[in-house]
């Protein structure tokens, strides 16, 4: 199956600083997802990129489908911001909507 | 606006102890639905899903099976837990590509 992997895997930052994550995959695919999970454990959806750019406020993605990889930029970062952040892709075929995780960076932003 | 819940929230069983976990979509018809476990540490692994009513696909052979008894309700359970059961339960729907993850139910087996 297709491989995701993330880097780095951890990352601690202070406030205000910027931050790039990186999501390389092994495959071709139809759906790419970036999700912060808070603390509380809730997945909340960031990003659906398989390929090109968008921004939301402070966060930005990109994800280049012909060199397998997306990043997610947060710029200005805040405490907020600390948490997991994971990659998800599915790589469609018989894998109907099924999301392959990345092992996720933990994110930690301090005052 | 579409919803996800999930319930209950927090759960601790016995070795042993049969399990249901209940998952409900508000504000959209015949979604897809998901399963996902998330062990101690991170990432997710996909357990179920379903495309329709009574239509299940296993990823992962195991102690769980799933149920899709009404079009927006996905029921996880468990004849006898194990140990290893233990974990964060996530629920998923998605109206095509893009998935929505419900708040999810801790559970820990003791």
């Known amino acids: 199956g297709i491989q995701v992997e993330q880097s780095p895997p951890d990352l601690i930052l202070q406030e205000g600083a910027n931050s790039t994550l990186r999501c390389n995959f092994s495959d071709s695919v139809n759906n790419l997802q970036w999700f912060h999970q808070n603390p509380w454990g809730q997945l909340i959806n960031l990003f659906y990129i398989p390929s090109g750019t968008k921004q939301n406020g402070r966060l930005s993605a990109t994800t280049v489908a012909t060199e397998r990889y997306s990043l997610l930029y947060i710029s200005s970062s805040q405490t907020t911001d600390s948490g997991v952040y994971f990659c998800?892709?599915?790589?469609?075929?018989?894998?109907?909507?099924?999301?392959?995780f990345g092992q996720g960076t933990i994110l930690t932003v301090h005052p | 606006s579409q919803t996800i819940h999930q319930w209950p929230a927090t759960l601790v069983q016995p070795v042993g102890s049969p399990l249901s976990l209940e998952c409900t979509v508000e504000g959209t018809s015949n979604p897809n639905l998901y399963w996902y476990r998330q062990a101690a540490g991170r990432g997710l692994q996909l357990l179920f899903y379903s495309v329709g009513i009574g239509q299940i696909s296993s990823e992962v052979p195991q102690n769980l099976s799933a149920s899709r008894p009404q079009d927006r309700q996905f029921i996880l359970s468990s004849k006898k837990l194990l140990l290893s059961d233990s974990g964060f339960y996530l629920c998923?729907?998605?109206?095509?590509?893009?998935?929505?993850f419900g708040p999810g139910t801790r559970l820990t087996v003791t």
């Open positions: 998923a729907w998605s109206p095509a590509y893009e998935q929505y």
């Open positions: 998800a892709v599915n790589a469609g075929g018989t894998s109907y909507g099924k999301l392959t």
